[in-house]
């Protein structure tokens, strides 16, 4: 049974930083993309992709361009955001998840991060 667990998450300043990790157990065939997700809270808030990371590349939502900074390692099946000049609006559950070649996607339960103003 495939888990990805998220760490690093908090509370934090607004200009502050926060790094997220995620590490995935269990048997996972060929890992084609690993990236974040964030859903904000409030009613009608859809869950949006905020940065994925493949082995030759790396695409982030408009909003996180410049402050934030995914990686990944293949190897130990585990991926990063380093998240600077928070601000208030970053507020949101942010899940990890993984797709496969054979587009199967895996989610972790997800780790809050709250920014102060």
């Known amino acids: 049974q495939v888990q990805l667990v998220e760490s690093g998450g908090g509370l934090v300043q607004a200009g502050g930083s926060l790094r997220l990790s995620c590490a995935a157990s269990?048997?996972?065939?060929?890992?084609?993309?690993m990236g974040w997700y964030r859903q904000a809270p409030g009613p009608g808030k859809q869950r949006e992709l905020v940065?994925?990371?493949?082995?030759?590349?790396?695409n982030y939502v408009d909003s996180v361009k410049g402050r934030f900074t995914i990686s990944g390692d293949n190897a130990k099946r585990s991926v990063y955001l380093q998240m600077n000049s928070l601000k208030p609006e970053d507020t949101a559950v942010y899940y990890c998840a993984v797709r496969d070649h054979r587009s199967r996607d895996y989610w972790g339960l997800g780790t809050q991060v709250t920014v102060s103003s």
């Open positions: 269990g048997y996972i065939f060929s890992i084609k993309t």
């Open positions: 940065a994925v990371w493949t082995s030759d590349s790396t």
